[in-house]
């Protein structure tokens, strides 16, 4: 089987190139994707497209259906947090929340739970990937499955990662934590984990349905 061909979609702020150009992801050859230069079809041949976070809303808005293409086609996307999904992505409801920063240095209880130990992902991710911080909650197309939910009086008041098989012929990750930012920028716990865990993910599934499909 040949390699999956893996994309990085970005709009080349400081920390989106730096986390591009870490030494540990060019084992898996990412292909860069400078996202005000992209035109139709330039995603046609990718398998798995990793978003950065904190892109251009409007440019995600104005590209949304070349970058969810490569899902509905039967590959894999991973959307990083910051990227206001709820504007661009069917069937997601995004509300805001107060990110705690340090939780783990004032003994706050985050709220953060994870959920459905018993799904292939958690293979990938531990906890302390996902749970460092989040900008807000999402609640998720119907199907698909939580990874980790905000708890507020015992009671989930929506997600800050998910797994989406159900939507397309593919399989789409989203998170609200922003991995690319903070691993650019050299500052949050769990950031470079999620990250490294996301990329070899793609690299996983990408290779997975692949082989289903062929």
């Not at 293409?69 to 992505?89: D, K, Q, Y």
């Amino acid at each position: 089987m040949t390699a999956p061909v893996l994309a990085y979609l970005h709009n080349g702020t400081f920390s989106q190139l730096t986390t591009f150009r870490d030494p540990a992801l060019a084992p898996y050859r990412i292909r860069e994707v400078y996202l005000p230069d992209m035109q139709p079809g330039d995603l046609d041949d990718v398998d798995g497209l990793i978003v950065a976070d904190r892109i251009h809303s409007g440019l995600l808005r104005r590209h949304a259906e070349d970058i969810l293409r490569v899902a509905h086609r039967g590959g894999v996307l991973v959307v990083f947090g910051e990227n206001w999904v709820h504007t661009w992505m069917p069937d997601v409801v995004w509300e805001p929340g107060v990110t705690n920063f340090w939780w783990w240095r004032t003994g706050e209880d985050h709220g953060m739970r994870p959920r459905n130990l018993q799904d292939p992902a958690w293979e990938f991710f531990s906890e302390g990937s996902l749970i460092w911080h989040h900008h807000g909650t999402l609640t998720p197309p119907a199907g698909a499955v939580p990874l980790v939910a905000v708890e507020e009086d015992g009671v989930d008041i929506g997600c800050i990662a998910y797994v989406d098989r159900v939507s397309t012929a593919g399989e789409i990750l989203v998170t609200t934590p922003d991995p690319c930012f903070h691993h650019g920028a050299a500052f949050m716990k769990g950031a470079t984990q999620l990250l490294y865990s996301a990329v070899r993910w793609v690299d996983h599934r990408t290779r997975a349905l692949a082989a289903v499909q062929a």
